[in-house]
């Protein structure tokens, strides 16, 4: 493997911001499985990237405060493993609320629906797990669109309130709102009112 090669794969992790997970498959179009599997040995060894678990690894995110890495982002460490086995996922329950900020506290489990078989996965002292699911719970067009669904049936219908609706609001771009309505029109009704009052004004 040539200096180059592994400055390549550097750089290219370096693009994706700290946080960024990725498996060998991210760089599989471009070089060799025996250049990559080099590169990203001598990256670890030198710190700039640190694997996670067999065969994941991260650009590590560090604290100034706590003075040490912090630990990996889970939700980039699903996507990781979404795109090794070309799986949709979408994550749910806790998960969900997380992501959208409608819960502060870090799920112990983070549970994604898939269209891959069931698999769970240990991560820094966090479970990961995929649900194979029907179709129709992962493949909305837009990820946001199934971000929103789950996170709302997670909340449950006695939960969705006016700050509730809000704060989803308040995170999803308003030129998105048109197409999410359309992307989620057949999901169940209470679902779908919520989603209305969340995108309104649509454009």
Not at 74 to 96: C, E, M, T, Y
Not at 124 to 133: E, N
Request: with cysteine; net charge positive.
């Amino acid at each position: 493997m040539t200096q180059t090669i592994e400055k390549k794969i550097e750089s290219r992790v370096n693009g994706h911001g700290k946080g960024w997970s990725f498996t060998k498959v991210d760089f599989a179009s471009d070089f060799s499985d025996d250049n990559i599997h080099k590169a990203l040995s001598s990256l670890t060894q030198s710190g700039k990237i640190r694997r996670v678990s067999q065969g994941i690894y991260d650009f590590p995110r560090y604290s100034k405060l706590l003075g040490q890495p912090l630990s990996p982002d889970i939700d980039q460490v699903a996507h990781a493993l979404a795109r090794k086995f070309n799986w949709r996922i979408q994550p749910s329950g806790d998960a969900a609320l997380n992501l959208l900020g409608l819960s502060t506290q870090v799920p112990g489990r983070w549970i994604y629906l898939s269209d891959g078989p069931n698999r769970q996965y240990e991560i820094s002292g966090t479970t990961l797990t995929f649900k194979k699911s029907a179709l129709k719970n992962v493949g909305f067009k837009y990820a946001k669109s199934g971000l929103i669904v789950q996170a709302l049936k997670a909340l449950g219908r006695e939960h969705i309130t006016p700050n509730a609706i809000q704060s989803i609001r308040s995170q999803t771009d308003s030129a998105h709102f048109k197409r999410i309505l359309s992307d989620t029109r057949t999901v169940t009704s209470w679902v779908y009112d919520a989603i209305k009052r969340i995108c309104k004004d649509a454009r």
